[in-house]
Structures are given as structure tokens and as C-alpha cells.
């Protein structure tokens, strides 16, 4: 009996000198570097996203924070990767909309957007906009729906690629209008911009940030905005809505995530850094420059978002009878 007692006792002593140590290891998180893997390439607005906190975010947290760019499959890729890291806070993923939209594109998804993942912030987000070639006859996105029913199937138009939200978008205004129109494909964003501006297709959808230097210069024409306002930037570009398209309302959004199973005080420490990073003018004014306005909604409204996002999407994808193997 006094051996059975010392042995509980023994074992007793044993747990709560493991809770305590796996209590200190979270408590002294961080202790070596963090990885942050953007799911697009360098250049693109993933990656300019993630490179306007890491430098911050390292300071704030006391040790680096490094970008890793692990592009491919419309982001897939990289977001799988991060879905099978081990839940420590030591490897974040950056990602855009493309997180909500890829389980139901793609034929193979190795990620779940519900199971594997933990929201901690959304950076921001800004909308999709719908340009004409600057020397196009179209004036206003009336004038392109009326001459689009007019001419079933002749009018064209192209995106950033198939996946992307203004793609999505674009699939989103033929539906809603009941209009045809062909989707020209193009190897990205550089040469569907290329294109548009060449005059080479009727109607060209992306995001705003994407093309705000190309608005400015008067290389494009913007005639509608997916916004659920006007955009403070476009005063005088109508949103779909006030035309009288309904439920067509989209944007991309960049944020952050971990993978599932990481200990909540490591989430909420990052949703507390990154929403004091985003708070910082001078940070604010570095996104809106990028077309990227700061939104920084945390862990619950972001859970919420993908919550909404992913079964519109998926009805959108469907609808269109989309799919990419």
C-alpha cells in the first residue's frame, strides 16, 4: 500500500512538472526565429502584405521574423505546407482570399480551410474593380451590359487568372446579368494588365490595389467597383449594386494564420502585435499606398468571414461550373 501511495505520488509530481514545463515553453515563446511563408510570389500582394509587418513583428515578438515564399497552385501550395507545420507558432502563413476560394476550385485541396487552420488577422482587403482600355468606346459598365446582351458571346474579358476573387468576380457579374462572354487567359497578372491596357480585350477585372497606378495614369478606365460603397479613392465609379446588381459584392483580402492546435496565448499574442502594428500611421499609410487598407479584424471576425466565404464562394464555383484539376 505505502508503495502504491508513493508511486501516484511520484506520478502525480511527474504531471504537474510537465503541465508547468509545456506552461513555461509557451510562456517564453518565442525563442528562436518565426517563419511567415507568403503562398504567392515574391513581388506579388501576398508578399508585400507580409513584408509590411515582419520587420515590426520580429521587433514586437524580440526575435526575427523571416518571409518564405512557397508559390503554386493558386496558393495551395504553401497553405498545405503550413497546414501540416507543427502548431508551436513558429511557422505563421500569409494568404489571400485564394484561402477561401481553393477547396472549392481545385479538384485536390490538402487543406481544410475549418479543420487545419486558426484565424489570427486580417491585414486588410480592398475590391475588385472592373476596367475598359482607355481608348474603348465604353464608357460605363451600363453601356458594357447593354452592349454585352446584345453581342451573346462576342464580348471578351480576362483577370489576374482562374481562381483569383476578380475572376471569381467577373463569373459573378455573368451570372447576376445573365450575360456571355469569354474569358481570355493570360500566365498573370503583368501581361492580363499588358493586354487590357494593349486594348487587346473588351473588360478586364482585378483588384483595385493592383491597379491603381494604371487608373492614375489613364492607361485604364474604371466603370464599376464591387465594393459594397463607392470606393473614397473612385468617387465617381458606381459599385455593381447601385447599378442593380445584386449579391455581387466581393473583395481580397491578405491575412494571417496558423495551423490548427496552436496554443491560444500564442494566437492571441499575434492578433495583439499585428493589430498595434497595423494601428501605426505610418504602417497605415504604407498599405493604403499598396491599395491594401488596413482592416486588422481579429481572430473571431476573421473565423466569421471564412465562415461566410467559403459557401459563397463554393456557390459561385459551382454555378459556373468551374473546376481545376
Known amino acids: 500500500m505505502l508503495f502504491r501511495r508513493r508511486a501516484l505520488l511520484t506520478l502525480s509530481l511527474s504531471a504537474i512538472t510537465a503541465l508547468g514545463m509545456i506552461g513555461n515553453a509557451h510562456a517564453a515563446w518565442p525563442e528562436r526565429q518565426i517563419t511567415l511563408v507568403a503562398c504567392f510570389p515574391a513581388g506579388g500582394g501576398t508578399d508585400i502584405a507580409a513584408r509590411l509587418i515582419n520587420t515590426q513583428l520580429g521587433e514586437a515578438l524580440g526575435k526575427p521574423v523571416i518571409i518564405e515564399n512557397r508559390a503554386g497552385a493558386g496558393g495551395s501550395i504553401g497553405t498545405a505546407a503550413v497546414a501540416r507545420a507543427a502548431p508551436d507558432g513558429y511557422t505563421l502563413l500569409v494568404c489571400s482570399s485564394a484561402f477561401v476560394v481553393n477547396p472549392s476550385l481545385y479538384a485536390k485541396v490538402t487543406y481544410d480551410p475549418f479543420k487545419d487552420f486558426e484565424p489570427v488577422m486580417v491585414l486588410g482587403a480592398s475590391p475588385n474593380v472592373f476596367t475598359v482600355p ?137 492578433a495583439k502585435e499585428i493589430a498595434e502594428i497595423l494601428a501605426r500611421p505610418d504602417v497605415k499609410e504604407k498599405f493604403a499606398k499598396t491599395g491594401l487598407p488596413v482592416l486588422a479584424e481579429g481572430p473571431d471576425v476573421f473565423r466569421a468571414r471564412i465562415a461566410k466565404e467559403v459557401p459563397m464562394y463554393k456557390e459561385v464555383v459551382d454555378k459556373a461550373g468551374l473546376k481545376i484539376e
Open 134 to 270: 482607355a481608348q474603348s468606346e465604353i464608357k460605363t459598365m451600363t453601356e458594357f451590359m447593354t452592349k454585352a446582351r446584345a453581342n451573346v458571346g462576342k464580348m471578351n474579358w480576362t483577370s489576374p487568372g482562374a481562381g483569383t476573387t476578380p475572376y471569381l468576380a467577373g463569373e459573378v457579374l455573368k451570372l447576376r446579368i445573365g450575360i456571355q462572354m469569354q474569358h481570355i487567359p493570360f500566365p498573370g497578372a503583368g501581361p492580363a494588365t499588358n493586354a487590357a491596357i494593349a486594348g487587346q480585350v473588351d473588360l478586364y477585372t482585378a483588384n483595385l490595389g493592383s491597379l491603381t497606378g494604371q487608373i492614375d495614369a489613364g492607361k485604364l478606365r474604371p466603370i464599376a467597383v464591387t465594393s459594397l460603397k463607392r470606393w473614397p479613392e473612385l468617387p465617381n465609379v458606381p459599385t455593381l449594386d447601385e447599378l442593380g446588381v445584386k449579391d455581387a459584392e466581393s473583395d481580397t483580402f491578405q491575412a494571417v494564420l496558423v495551423p490548427a492546435g496552436t496554443p491560444k496565448e500564442i494566437i492571441n499574442r499575434l
